[in-house]
């Protein structure tokens, strides 16, 4: 009986680390990829992020309870609802935190459909405040993160790589939904997968 119980009290108590991204299309991620390929030829130390989890993260969450989920999912359904239906995403150019000459993380630019964005996060910011979440500190900068330096090895060539691609055009497409993603660590990698995608305008 006391092992039954157990079971069911670590499942009532299961956490999931959660997100809230704008997911972007196959033949986006595909051009985002070949930036990547590239990248890859250089004798620098990054961990590159697998062509199937490029994504705009609008706000991370962190362990979410199951319990807490649906009502997460409910407060970004309205969040998406309040935003006026499809807006253009455009993406171009690449950049790195905390800057080109020190690149920690990599990123691909948004050229446009970053303020309608700012603004989702900042609506989502404040419903998700509601439900005990801390709201952010740091201004919203819309970009896809592709890499993460592990060490400082190769970097200088990395620097000047990203500066010859700031400019580039790496296609457009129209975004239409939100959606609230489920992350599991493993160590091949993060797995992503969608708890549930809300269309923008949607009443």
Same mark, same amino acid.
């Given at each position: 009986m006391?092992s039954?119980?157990?079971? !069911?009290?670590t499942?009532?108590? /299961?956490?999931?680390r959660?997100?809230?991204?704008?997911? &972007?299309?196959?033949?986006?991620?595909?051009? &985002?990829?070949?930036?990547?390929?590239n990248?890859?030829?250089?004798?620098? $130390?990054v961990?590159?992020v697998?062509?199937?989890?490029?994504? &705009?993260?609008?706000?991370?969450?962190?362990?979410?309870? /199951?319990?807490k989920l649906?009502a997460v999912?409910?407060?970004?359904q309205?969040t998406?609802?309040?935003?006026?239906?499809?807006?253009?995403?455009?993406m171009?150019?690449? @950049?790195?935190?905390?800057n !080109?000459?020190r690149?920690?993380v990599?990123? #691909?630019?948004?050229?446009k459909?970053g303020?309608?964005?700012a603004?989702?996060a900042?609506? *989502? $910011?404040?419903? *998700?405040?509601?439900?005990?979440?801390?709201?952010?500190?740091?201004?919203?900068?819309?970009?896809?993160? !592709?890499?993460?330096a592990?060490?400082?090895?190769?970097? $200088?060539?990395?620097?000047?790589? &990203?500066r010859?691609?700031?400019?580039? $055009?790496?296609?457009?497409?129209t !975004?239409?939904?939100i959606? #609230?993603?489920?992350?599991?660590?493993?160590?091949? @990698?993060?797995?992503?997968?969608?708890v549930?995608?809300?269309?923008l305008?949607?009443?």
């Amino acid at each position: 009986m006391s092992s039954r119980l157990c079971g !069911i009290i670590t499942l009532a108590m /299961e956490q999931i680390r959660t997100f809230i991204a704008v997911l &972007i299309s196959p033949e986006l991620k595909s051009r &985002i990829g070949e930036v990547e390929e590239n990248f890859k030829k250089l004798p620098c $130390d990054v961990k590159w992020v697998a062509e199937e989890n490029l994504h &705009i993260t609008l706000k991370f969450l962190g362990n979410v309870s /199951e319990n807490k989920l649906e009502a997460v999912c409910s407060a970004v359904q309205k969040t998406a609802a309040a935003i006026p239906s499809g807006f253009e995403l455009a993406m171009s150019g690449v @950049g790195a935190f905390p800057n !080109i000459g020190r690149p920690q993380v990599i990123w #691909v630019g948004v050229h446009k459909g970053g303020e309608e964005m700012a603004k989702l996060a900042e609506l *989502l $910011d404040d419903a *998700l405040s509601g439900l005990g979440f801390e709201k952010e500190k740091k201004r919203f900068s819309a970009h896809v993160t !592709i890499g993460r330096a592990r060490s400082p090895r190769g970097l $200088d060539s990395l620097a000047e790589a &990203i500066r010859t691609m700031q400019a580039e $055009d790496l296609g457009s497409e129209t !975004i239409e939904s939100i959606a #609230v993603m489920k992350s599991e660590l493993r160590p091949s @990698g993060p797995v992503y997968s969608v708890v549930g995608e809300f269309k923008l305008g949607a009443s």
